[in-house]
């Protein structure tokens, strides 16, 4: 099983950007279809994107499309989400995940194996 840690959250203004890491050990990260959720709170965790094991195809839900990215570096066991243009309402812990199954892109927390301690992001207004 592999091992998650994330890193780069923090407090900035809306409209600044933030580059979240998540960093992996253990098994062979690029075994690895990845994914980032976060949760405000008081809510539901919620989708973010999603990438597969090569980083050819990704994911992302309509609230952030446009204005984040998710990518990988497998030569580093490493997973960004570059986030930009942020907004209040982007402020929630985020989590990055990792799931064996590489068929489809997930969407769904349940269908993620691994999970990292998550980073912290607030967006003041």
């Known amino acids: 099983q592999v091992q998650l840690v994330e890193s780069g959250g923090g407090l900035v203004q809306a409209g600044d950007s933030l580059r979240l890491s998540c960093a992996g050990s253990?098994?062979?990260?690029?075994?690895?279809?990845m994914g980032w959720f976060r949760q405000a709170l008081g809510k539901d965790r919620e989708f973010v994107a999603a990438?597969?094991?090569?980083?050819?195809?990704?994911d992302y839900a309509d609230s952030v499309k446009g204005r984040f990215t998710i990518s990988r570096d497998n030569t580093k066991n490493m997973l960004y989400l570059q986030m930009n243009s942020l907004k209040p309402e982007d402020t929630a812990d985020y989590y990055c995940?990792?799931?064996?199954?590489?068929?489809?892109?997930?969407?769904?927390?349940?269908?993620?194996?691994?999970w990292g301690q998550g980073t912290q992001v607030t967006v003041s207004s």
């Open positions: 995940a990792a799931r064996v199954i590489d068929i489809t892109l997930a969407r769904t927390a349940n269908e993620y194996d691994s």
């Open positions: 253990g098994r062979a990260f690029s075994l690895y279809a």
């Open positions: 990438i597969s094991r090569s980083g050819r195809n990704t």
